[in-house]
């Protein structure tokens, strides 16, 4: 399968929003079941969309004891401020906090569309895909895929942009 993703790391993620850049940008990585359990619908929705491009922003890094570490746990004071600032320009509420704070926790997949440095509208959903290729939440059978490529299609319209000179 071809994918459309550009990787981008937490600086460039903060760029679409201080440079005024438009973009779709998907919060996950190749860890992260539910993120890979949707891959495959997202990128087909992008090309039937016409998006050619997802900027894929994987929160996991390697701190500077060679560990891996999750931004969302903001474990160091400046790991927790970088967090806090995507939050904030992503406008993300959530009543589920990151523990011994009062940041909202970002689950994954997230699904941001920043428009000229100003996240428009997001979307995030944690789903499974069974062996059938049914699409649903953890505590339901129902197979929500239709209406999650509905929530794709939205928002990879809102990403379109008419002026050329933008391409």
């Known amino acids: 399968m071809e994918r459309h993703f550009v990787d981008i790391d937490y600086n460039e993620t903060m ?24 891959e495959d619908i997202l990128v087909d929705t992008a ?12 929160p996991m890094f390697t ?36 523990k011994d704070t009062l940041i909202p926790r970002i689950h994954l997949p997230f699904y941001a569309v920043v428009k000229f440095g100003r996240c428009e509208k997001y ?23 239709d209406e999650f490529v509905d929530n794709l299609k939205e928002l990879m319209e809102l990403v379109k942009v008419e002026d050329s000179f933008l391409m």
């Open 15 to 38: 760029d679409f929003f201080s440079s005024l850049k438009t973009g779709f940008i998907y919060i996950g990585g190749d860890w992260c079941k539910p993120c890979m359990a949707v």
């Open 47 to 58: 090309k039937k969309c016409g998006v050619d491009t997802i900027y894929r922003f994987d």
């Open 63 to 98: 701190n500077v004891y060679g560990e891996k570490e999750d931004l969302r746990d903001c474990k160091s004071l400046e790991i927790k401020m970088d967090y806090y600032k995507l939050v904030e320009k992503l406008g993300f509420k959530s009543n589920e906090l990151v």
């Open 123 to 145: 979307y995030s959903k944690e789903l499974v895909k069974d062996s059938d290729g049914t699409l649903h939440t953890f505590d339901s059978q129902y197979d929500c895929k």
